[in-house]
């Protein structure tokens, strides 16, 4: 499947604007300082749902009221910032938002879903098999099923990425984390439709190595999840449709540890006074990790915090400095 065209990021940017403002992009000498190189964070922490998907969900859902008006409800499984996305856009066009978390999901996440209008369905361990179950009661009850990865998704998300590239066109090298794909697809399809050379790597989970094992694989693959942090990565199968574009066009894919990833929320903390997620902080853990890498010493790096919905038990955890044991 082919990612979008310049035409429809043009398309998906007036619909994304309509809604909320673009996000802002700052480089913090603190951050910098640590990274030994020149950073630009992209503050998708400052969406109205305070996650990079919201864009995805308004793209898709008004392309949906315009393909099938008759659509009354909608249906996704999800982790949490996927549903707020659709929470968020289906509200706006008057539709039901149904949404499958697994069980021991982010409380607040949950709550934020709720608050939303949506009805919050648990079921499950794991996102895999949240979304089969949100599957079964597409087909059940005649609700329109919303997957993971859609090229109207990735338009949506895409306009953030757009954002940070016509602000600083000569960055070197971009990490994007990987839940289900749609957020690497999207820094590729801005990169594509500008014609730039920015390298993208993708960031997974060392405890959750689905896409890292396909990329290298070129075919889907399947690994256990075990990150207690980084939710948003939590990823048992790699989708198939998001595969094809990350494996023909992504330059590399790296693993970090929740240790990392703690390390990288504390520093958003400690030197921008911005919180992030676990999958938030993703891109900046894997900076961090690879400092000495060709890739990232003295080179001018663009960082996504691509969500900032941390529960505050855990996040006291994180700055508490306490130690993440993460199920093998």
């Excluded at 305070?50 to 409800?73: D, I, T």
């Excluded at 890292?212 to 198939?240: I, K, N, W, Y």
């Excluded at 574009?245 to 970090?256: K, Y």
């Excluded at 003295?298 to 691509?306: E, V």
Aim: with cysteine.
């Amino acid at each position: 499947m082919s990612l979008p065209s310049p035409t429809e990021l043009e398309a998906a940017a007036a619909i994304v604007y309509g809604a909320m403002p673009p996000t802002p992009q700052f480089s913090w000498p603190l951050l910098n300082e640590a990274l030994g190189t020149e950073a630009w964070i992209k503050h998708e922490n400052h969406t109205p749902t305070g996650a990079f998907k919201v864009r995805g969900g308004l793209v898709y859902l008004h392309a949906l009221s315009r393909r099938e008006p008759q659509v009354r409800g909608v249906i996704a499984a999800t982790r949490g910032n996927h549903g707020q996305s659709l929470a968020f856009a289906a509200r706006r066009h008057g539709l039901g938002a149904h949404i499958v978390v697994p069980h021991g999901n982010s409380v607040e996440k949950n709550a934020a879903m709720r608050a939303l209008g949506a009805q919050l369905i648990e079921y499950g361990d794991d996102f895999q098999a949240a979304r089969e179950h949100a599957q079964m009661l597409a087909r059940r009850d005649g609700l329109h099923m919303v997957p993971s990865w859609h090229p109207d998704l990735v338009a949506g998300v895409a306009t953030g990425y757009l954002e940070l590239f016509h602000a600083q066109p000569d960055l070197d090298t971009l990490f994007v984390p990987i839940g289900q794909g749609s957020g690497i697809c999207a820094a590729l399809a801005a990169r594509q439709a500008l014609g730039l050379k920015t390298r993208v790597i993708g960031v997974v989970s060392e405890h959750a190595l689905a896409y890292q094992l396909s990329f290298h694989a070129r075919r889907p693959m399947e690994a256990p999840v075990g990150t207690e942090l980084a939710d948003g990565l939590a990823c048992r199968m790699a989708d198939a449709s998001s595969l094809p574009p990350i494996i023909e066009l992504a330059d590399d894919i790296v693993a970090v540890s929740d240790e990392q990833v703690a390390r990288a929320m504390r520093l958003y903390y400690r030197c921008t006074h911005n919180l992030s997620e676990g999958a938030g902080a993703a891109a900046l853990a894997a900076a961090l990790l690879l400092k000495n890498d060709p890739r990232v010493k003295g080179r001018k790096l663009g960082l996504p915090l691509t969500g900032a919905n941390v529960d505050a038990p855990l996040l006291q955890r994180v700055l508490d400095e306490q130690p993440f044991r993460s199920v093998p």
